[in-house]
DNA sequence: TAGCGTAATGTTGGATCCAATCAACGGCCG
DNA sequence: CGGCCGTTGATTGGATCCAACATTACGCTA
């Protein structure tokens, strides 16, 4: 009755990549989607049937459901009862709340680990530096910037606070590219990263903090002069 | 075969106070699951049976399944694989991560919203703190404080922040028993909360924060202190 | 008797089936 | 000719059934 599903979609790919090994598939299909939307390849707005997700990842509906149920905490998806689930979208008003909540935790968690890293937490991070200058790929940039402001924060203690920030920092991935465009350049974000690295390593937590509260809102601005230009250029 | 489930159940009560329409089964369990968590009716480390939850309920298992998958992304349950879940444990240290998110995102939101907030907002604030001062029990006494620091917050725009933090503030109740009893009386929070209301119905962020914070550091402590008593006086 | 291996049981994870709801289309009436 | 209402199709929500996994208990063996 139905065709093939058409071969060409951003969670083929996904399927494919399955690198580690899932417990569950209703894990599978959450990080599939997860990954997918971050990295851009689901945009905002695009419906998500459950039937085809289901078909194309290889499993049932159920899955599907309950790892849709967990992207919507995530504010990643949002479904309308009866109705289904659709990609959330993204504007300059979601980034600025990111933003918002990014500026809240992190400073927290910098603050809380700093005095509290290991020698191994700190060439964590400057091996990770060290990796992002030579990085082309946007989406192994945006993995590695996470991986280092968590290297950073990884002595904080608190798990949740630390879930939370991950969490939103990997949200922030939905912005990396407008990010990049924006910033002509992005060494000045490698200034940024080293020098907090300093700061935190030699134990001060008040520059560490400044300097990363800083890095925010530039990051913050860039972002939204960019939205801003482009809806200028669009209407 | 199986007899009757035991009558005498903390979900019993919540099945009954179904007050508004749910449009879905899975809306329903997840709000009768959440609030018997946060009153505490449902004590960490009680293993929630999907079978049993259900037929307390009056629904199937999938619904639950479901409901306790969004439940797990908020950190109210852990859901082992092939284990099955139990209700999150509360902790001292658990606590002291709460705050730390609180005692960033609150005041983050506070100084959002302060230069924003309406004469409606602030009428609506008044009124929470008077019900406060005559509310006997503790539940609803959660409830209230929980309205009254949103209510603080709501011109803040940016709703994932508001949401992220009425979520956090909510998880919060689980502890609110403690706090109560670890400070003989609660006056002192409704000074707080006054100072804090005047503050910004005047647009003094900075004031109005900084009492914040202190109300947040304060009551950390009062839940940290009354853990130690505790856990001395126990073991 | 202690330890290990195996089998039985209970619980969850996944698949399939059915019912309820929403959206769109088409017909009817004003 | 336009707007309202009923019907149809598609999609999700819910229920039941089956399979896989984990734990426990039992029995065998050393």
Redesign the interface.
């Known amino acids: 009755m139905k065709p093939a599903p058409d071969p060409v979609s951003p969670l083929d790919s996904l399927a494919a990549a399955a690198g580690p090994r899932w417990?569950?598939a209703?894990?599978f299909v959450e990080a599939a989607l997860k990954a997918a939307i971050l990295e851009g390849r689901l945009p905002g707005g695009t419906p998500l049937r459950q039937e085809e997700l289901a078909e194309r990842l290889g499993v049932s509906r159920m899955p599907v459901?309950?790892a849709l149920?967990?992207l919507?905490?995530?504010?990643l998806v949002e479904v309308l009862?009866h109705r289904g689930a659709v990609v959330a979208e993204i504007s300059a008003?979601?980034a600025?709340?990111?933003f918002?909540?990014r500026?809240?935790?992190e400073?927290?968690a910098l603050r809380?680990s700093t005095p509290r890293l290991t020698q191994e937490q700190r060439a964590h991070a400057a091996a990770l530096i060290e990796a992002m200058d030579t990085e082309p790929d946007p989406g192994r940039m945006g993995l590695l910037n996470r991986q280092f402001h968590m290297a950073l924060y990884a002595a904080a203690?608190?798990?949740?606070?630390l879930?939370?920030a991950e969490q939103h920092l990997a949200a922030f991935d939905r912005y990396l590219r407008f990010h990049l465009a924006a910033q002509g350049r992005e060494r000045m974000a490698q200034q940024d990263h080293r020098a907090m690295l300093a700061a935190a390593a030699r134990g001060d937590a008040d520059a560490a903090v400044t300097i990363l509260e800083g890095h925010l809102d530039h990051a913050a601005d860039a972002i939204a002069r960019f939205f801003a230009a482009r809806s200028a250029s669009t209407r």
Chains 1, 2 share one sequence.
């Not at 919507?72 to 504010?75: C, D, V």
């Open positions: 417990r569950t209703t894990e459901r309950e149920r967990q919507e905490a995530q504010a009862p008003a979601d600025a709340d990111l918002a909540i500026r809240a935790l400073p927290a809380l203690g608190h798990p949740r606070l879930a939370l």
